[in-house]
């Protein structure tokens, strides 16, 4: 059994920047690919970006590249979500996964694809 924990999450003006964190506990954490997945109100699940368990594989989504950084401490056993140039769009609950696997697979990109979720975290960026 994994456990996720998010934090970071709040309230930011658009253009300004977060950082989230998952602390995880249960698993080797650097055998464990993980992701950050968002869902707005009124919205399905999607995904943000993912790392492999070592972190030299990372990937994002088109709508977030270039301004969100995933990484991770494996000797922290958490995973981190640098969001920059907020917009108000980005604004939803942010979750992070855990695979029960240390490679990302095909399927990174589906939340069906992962085993362990957290509890969620509330980013909100106002314009």
């Known amino acids: 059994q994994v456990q996720l924990v998010e934090s970071g999450g709040g309230l930011v003006q658009a253009g300004g920047s977060l950082r989230l964190s998952c602390a995880a506990s249960g698993r080797t954490f650097s055998t464990t690919a993980m992701g950050w997945f968002r869902q707005a109100p009124g919205k399905e699940r999607e995904f943000v970006a993912a790392?492999?368990?070592?972190?030299?594989?990372?990937t994002y989504a088109d709508s977030v590249k270039g301004r969100f950084d995933i990484s991770r401490d494996n000797a922290k056993n958490t995973m981190y979500l640098q969001m920059n140039s907020l917009k108000p769009e980005d604004t939803a609950d942010y979750y992070c996964?855990?695979?029960?696997?240390?490679?990302?697979?095909?399927?990174?990109?589906?939340?069906?694809?992962?085993?362990?979720w957290g509890q969620g975290t509330q980013v909100t960026v106002s314009s």
């Open positions: 790392s492999s368990g070592s972190g030299s594989t990372t």
């Open positions: 996964l855990a695979r029960g696997s240390a490679f990302l697979g095909s399927d990174y990109s589906s939340p069906t694809a992962y085993t362990y």
